[in-house]
Nanobody, 125 residues
Framework: QVRLVESGGGLVQTGGSLRLSCAAS????????MGWFRQAPGKEREFVTA????????YYADSVKGRFTISRDSAKNTVYLQMNSLKPEDTAVYYC??????????????????WGQGTQVTVSS
């Protein structure tokens, strides 16, 4: 079992940057596929990015490719989401999630076993 706690959300202007953190307690983050999802009001939860495997293969939604970067620090048992060039359409609650079955599709939120409480990101125009 793992407990996930996100932090780092806030209000930023268009073009700004934020770094989200997802601190895990319990098992190490490298034992899981770690994903970030987001959900805007009235919309479905959508995949943002994930990192998986011992070498840390990464996956990104087309909408964030080139602007967002996922990384992990095994010593701190923390996963990060660096968000640059933020746009108003990035406004959402961002969730960190862990998936124990590493062979499953990281893009599909239903496969994830553990979720954080979410952190709000608001990008003003």
């Amino acid at each position: 079992q793992v407990r996930l706690v996100e932090s780092g959300g806030g209000l930023v202007q268009t073009g700004g940057s934020l770094r989200l953190s997802c601190a895990a307690s319990g098992r190490t983050v490298s034992d899981y596929a770690m994903g970030w999802f987001r959900q805007a009001p009235g919309k479905e939860r959508e995949f943002v990015t994930a990192i998986r495997g011992s070498i840390g293969n990464t996956y990104y939604a087309d909408s964030v490719k080139g602007r967002f970067t996922i990384s992990r620090d095994s010593a701190k048992n923390t996963v990060y989401l660096q968000m640059n060039s933020l746009k108003p359409e990035d406004t959402a609650v961002y969730y960190c999630a862990a998936m124990s079955r590493l062979s499953l599709d990281v893009h599909e939120y239903t496969w994830y076993d553990y979720w954080g409480q979410g952190t709000q990101v608001t990008v003003s125009s």
